[in-house]
Nanobody, 126 residues
Framework: QVQLVESGGGLVQAGGSLRLSCAAS????????MAWFRQAPGKEREAVAA????????YYSDSVKGRFTISRDNAKNTVYLQLNSLKPEDTAVYYC???????????????????WGQGTQVTVSS
């Protein structure tokens, strides 16, 4: 049973930085696109960033482009999200997710990710 476990969330002041990690159990991590989504209270879950299985393709939402960086280390079965220049509107629960098919590329399509972590809270104070 593959599981995704996020860590690294917390409380930070506006302008600060955080680094989120998502560790995957199981041996199939390397073949799948991974993504980060977030959900703020009262809002729909939205894509933040995605990375293909071999890091050849990367997607960022317009709201985080230039501030967040997604990366992966297939040797460690881990995907990362570096959050810089944080804003209060970045406050949300951040989830990592695995693409539904090996070697597929899904950008930020919510319905194309079918394995989710439990989420980690990011709170940015003004």
């Amino acid at each position: 049973q593959v599981q995704l476990v996020e860590s690294g969330g917390g409380l930070v002041q506006a302008g600060g930085s955080l680094r989120l990690s998502c560790a995957a159990s199981g041996s199939t991590f390397n073949s799948y696109a991974m993504a980060w989504f977030r959900q703020a209270p009262g809002k729909e879950r939205e894509a933040v960033a995605a990375i293909s299985w071999n890091a050849e393709y990367i997607y960022y939402s317009d709201s985080v482009k230039g501030r967040f960086t997604i990366s992966r280390d297939n040797a460690k079965n881990t995907v990362y999200l570096q959050l810089n220049s944080l804003k209060p509107e970045d406050t949300a629960v951040y989830y990592c997710a695995r693409g539904e098919l090996p070697y597929g590329w899904f950008r930020g399509s919510l319905s194309s990710y079918n394995l989710w972590g439990q989420g980690t809270q990011v709170t940015v104070s003004s």
